[in-house]
């Protein structure tokens, strides 16, 4: 069974930054594109970033500038760093394995709350 386990979530004031991590325990990381998506409370869940299996990056207009996602294949594992931090951010923050056609999964979600 395919798994995704998200850290480093956690509280952060406005301004701030943290660093997200989501490693699989699967070999569908290296054909995957893998994404951060989240969701605020009383929303829907919604597109953070991606990242292609090539390396090509997608981010939510919100987060440009801010964000980073990026991917280490050799230890199965995609990031995100998120800087200048706003109350905006809080919300469920989700890791997703993708492959056209083939798979779709998710992991169970971390929690980044942003006080003004």
């Known amino acids: 069974q395919v798994q995704l386990e998200e850290s480093g979530g956690g509280l952060v004031q406005a301004g701030g930054s943290l660093r997200l991590s989501c490693v699989t325990s699967e070999s569908i990381f290296s054909s995957s594109t893998m994404g951060w998506y989240r969701q605020a409370p009383g929303k829907e869940r919604e597109l953070v970033a991606t990242?292609?299996?090539?390396?090509?990056?997608n981010y939510a207009g919100s987060v440009k500038g801010r964000f980073t996602i990026s991917r280490d294949n050799a230890k199965k594992t995609v990031y995100l760093e998120m800087n200048s931090l706003n109350p905006e951010d809080t919300g469920v923050y989700y890791c997703?394995?993708?492959?056209?056609?083939?798979?779709?999964?998710w992991g169970r979600g971390t929690q980044v709350t942003v006080s003004s």
């Open positions: 997703n394995a993708y492959r056209i056609h083939q798979w779709n999964y």
């Open positions: 990242i292609t299996s090539g390396g090509s990056t």
